[in-house]
């Protein structure tokens, strides 16, 4: 018996359920350095708790976005622990989540199609159903971020999110994808979405309109050349960035999102603490939440657990392919890299 189109359209998709988080959507005084966890008491400071390599100027877990209005700041930092559900909840069973249409019978065109995107992001970087009778709200978008890194930590994470059916989009910076791009390959063959988190760990805010197009440009294009895709999606170091930088991501037809759900896991209070990390995300946890975490090993220890209570939530995982993403503008200058 044929199911109707939209079902169709979202069996080809890893349906599964989930759970919780929130913290900074601007990240306003969360930055990160060389793959470790800090948190500064203002936009500018310097970095303290280190945890992790310092492998560039600029570099490592934890984004923020000083320019974000205090609207998106009070929401990324506050929402989720008033918000966050309890019990499992029926209703969330469709398209994107588990419990919706399974994938029999479909005919292989069908299962090359790109499905009809079901969730937009709205301006305090949530994630919403397009239409709510044909999507559930209680969803949230599992990220990672600073990778690839290490071989052994992405495997484990990548199984722990097998284990659930959840997918999820990996974040990646091009210095460190260029010297493991078979990482970017296993990504995508586990079948995760690649987001762009630009060439270095710098903040954009501080270059000119060419170099942001280059830290761009230069990801997009290794990424596309390794695994026959560019990315859709595009977090900007620190989170900073504003409307300038989110213009010229547009250009490459990329969603320019920060989070909404901030695991801290890169705050040097959580290292070798995958309790913590778990703590922060569920105290954080509302519908269509973006959730921030990074390639680090207690990240990965933590994320089988961290996994099941959101589904215990009665949370869904939003799989990033249901995701609208915005058109590529070409007469912008930098749709084709730079």
């Not at 500018?44 to 320019?67: C, I, W, Y």
């Not at 930092?77 to 398209?95: L, Q, V």
């Not at 695994?227 to 213009?247: A, H, I, M, Q, T």
């Amino acid at each position: 018996m044929r199911k109707p189109a939209l079902a169709l359209a979202a069996a080809m998709l890893v349906l599964t359920s989930c759970g919780s988080g929130a913290a900074g959507g601007d990240g306003t005084g969360i930055r990160e350095d060389g793959g470790t966890a800090v948190a500064c008491a203002e936009r500018g400071s310097s970095p303290s708790g280190a945890v992790d390599d310092a492998e560039r100027g600029g570099g490592a877990p934890g984004d923020a976005d000083a320019s974000e209005t205090p609207e998106e700041t009070d929401a990324g930092r506050t929402a989720g622990g008033a918000e966050s559900g309890s019990g499992a909840d029926e209703a969330n069973a469709g398209p994107g989540v588990s419990g919706g249409p399974d994938a029999g019978g479909q005919s292989e065109a069908a299962d090359k199609a790109p499905p009809a995107p079901l969730y937009r992001m709205n301006g305090v970087y949530r994630f919403v159903p397009i239409d709510e009778t044909a999507a559930p709200a209680k969803v949230v978008l599992l990220t990672f971020d600073d990778g690839p890194k290490d071989r052994e930590v992405l495997e484990r994470m990548l199984d722990a999110l097998d284990g659930h059916d959840a997918k999820a989009v990996f974040f990646v910076n091009g210095y460190r994808a260029v010297k493991q791009p078979e990482l970017l390959q296993l990504i995508r063959e586990r079948g995760h979405m690649i987001g762009n988190h630009s060439w270095d760990h710098i903040d954009l805010k501080q270059l000119d309109d060419d170099a942001v197009r280059d830290q761009i440009g230069r990801v997009q294009e290794l990424v596309g050349g390794t695994v026959g895709e560019e990315p859709k999606l595009f977090r900007p170091p620190y989170g900073s960035g504003g409307d300038r930088v989110r213009k010229i991501a547009e250009e490459f037809g990329l969603l320019y999102t920060t989070w909404s759900n901030g695991s801290l896991d890169w705050d040097a209070n959580a290292k070798d603490k995958p309790d913590v990390v778990i703590r922060n995300v569920l105290d954080q946890l509302h519908p269509g939440a973006n959730i921030l975490m990074h390639e680090l090993p207690w990240t990965a220890d933590a994320l089988d657990e961290l996994l099941g209570k959101i589904e215990a939530e009665g949370y869904g995982f939003l799989d990033p392919a249901l995701i609208e993403i915005p058109t590529a503008d070409p007469d912008a200058g930098g749709a084709n890299g730079a």
